[in-house]
């Protein structure tokens, strides 16, 4: 298999580990250990001033093991198997998205920065940019779906502080909404503000699309983010975030994870190593029943609006050509807009068997949610209505069970709904 190209799926069941320095096991151990020794004190010297950020790691120079808060076998491998899908140099893996996500931010923007972000996003990242990272002085300016780079830059001249910009964030697909967010176009957006000394940094949360179905690293992004939770875990039995980039970015953000202390444990690591190994069939899996249900939904009475990638090329020419450029395929995550209201969506929820009442995605099993009071619940009223996270919208990640029986468990929820519906106009 001389200069072939392996692809990521089947590089998942070993790259990165070596069987020989672990007794022959075909499954990387999980150490459980805190510490690790040293083979001499040089060697310790050594290892620190890399960890801690003193200088950069020398050509042909080995990093070793420290201490399980700074890196760990289970935490390395892990991290470099991530980096197959997106093509990335590093990838550093935290306990959770929030973990990751909070930490690239406090790590790139200072106080009297800008923050420039796209909308609609994570109910979750919402809070932290305007309720945490305003406290540090850290200014914020969100910029809508379909705004053109013109558009953008009015806001920033109005602003008075394009001056300060110093990261843009996206959300693409949105949470909700799958609203499209061009990377290209914010990548250029932030060389054109770029200076010299100062480089702006485009960070995508690319959770909803996976390591599969998306690669922003390769439009123009400096960060790709994941709540490796969802897709990544695939099993809904663990919380982890990842965060990919150049060398360079990714040891800055290890640095500060190092002095947080929001690294993952040698246990979910391996647990998400263990998850690698099946992510392809399972998102491949995932993606063909979306296209199923998505379709049945379309075609039912009760719906008044689908939210999904498939349906782009139908009704919206410009968020089809982003979804053209860089999308790789339509995800399993939709959302609709049942016809009514809370009481409606609250019906159809209440009475679904097959697929479950919960947050999150990504799993193996369906889960169905209500955005406007669950997951987007702190988002401001004005802005859930200005970008349609209203009561009548219910979101569901699709899972890997068999397709007919999805649709189903849904004609039979939607069904209820409909006698709610038919209840309330007697009234």
Request: net charge negative.
């Amino acid at each position: 298999m001389k200069n072939v190209q392996i692809s990521p799926e089947s590089q998942m069941m070993s790259y990165g580990y070596d069987p020989h320095l672990s007794e022959g096991a075909i499954k990387c151990p999980i150490f459980q250990t805190s510490t690790f020794v040293f083979r001499n004190a040089e060697e310790g010297k050594a290892f620190f001033e890399v960890a801690y950020g003193r200088r950069k790691q020398r050509k042909n120079e080995k990093m070793g093991m420290i201490y399980s808060r700074i890196n760990n076998p289970d935490m390395e491998i892990l991290e470099d198997r991530l980096t197959l899908w997106d093509g990335a140099e590093a990838c550093a893996v935290f306990e959770s998205g929030m973990s990751a996500i909070s930490t690239v931010l406090m790590e790139f923007l200072k106080p009297g920065d800008l923050l420039l972000y796209s909308n609609p996003i994570y109910g979750g990242t919402h809070h932290f940019i305007h309720h945490v990272l305003t406290k540090f002085g850290i200014h914020v300016m969100g910029f809508r779906a379909g705004e053109s780079m013109d558009e953008i830059e009015n806001q920033l001249a109005v602003s008075g502080m394009a001056d300060k910009l110093a990261m843009v964030y996206l959300e693409t697909p949105a949470n909700p909404t799958n609203d499209l967010i061009d990377i290209g176009m914010c990548a250029r957006l932030a060389k054109k503000y770029s200076s010299d000394d100062k480089q702006i940094l485009v960070a995508v949360d690319n959770t909803y699309m996976g390591p599969l179905w998306q690669h922003p690293l390769k439009h123009g992004a400096d960060l790709v983010l994941y709540s490796a939770t969802k897709y990544i875990g695939g099993h809904s039995d663990v919380i982890a975030g990842a965060v990919l980039g150049n060398n360079e970015t990714i040891h800055r953000i290890k640095v500060l994870r190092t002095f947080l202390g929001n690294m993952i444990s040698p246990f979910t690591g391996w647990m998400l190593l263990r998850s690698l190994e099946t992510l392809k069939v399972r998102m491949d899996q995932q993606a063909l029943n979306a296209e199923k249900v998505a379709a049945y939904l379309e075609q039912h009475p009760m719906v008044e609006k689908i939210y999904y990638l498939g349906c782009y090329k139908k009704d919206d020419p410009e968020q089809f050509a982003i979804y053209k450029k860089q999308c790789l395929g339509n995800g399993a995550m939709l959302s609709f807009d049942i016809r009514g209201g809370e009481a409606e969506a609250f019906a159809f929820l209440n009475n679904l068997k097959l697929v479950k009442l919960a947050v999150s995605l990504g799993g193996t099993e369906s889960l169905a949610e209500h955005p406007a009071t669950m997951t987007h619940v702190d988002i401001p009223d004005g802005e859930k209505e200005y970008y349609h996270i209203g009561p009548k919208m219910i979101r569901l990640s699709i899972g890997v069970e068999n397709e007919k029986d999805l649709i189903r468990d849904i004609e039979q929820a939607l069904e209820k709904a409909a006698l709610k519906r038919q209840v309330e106009e007697c009234v």
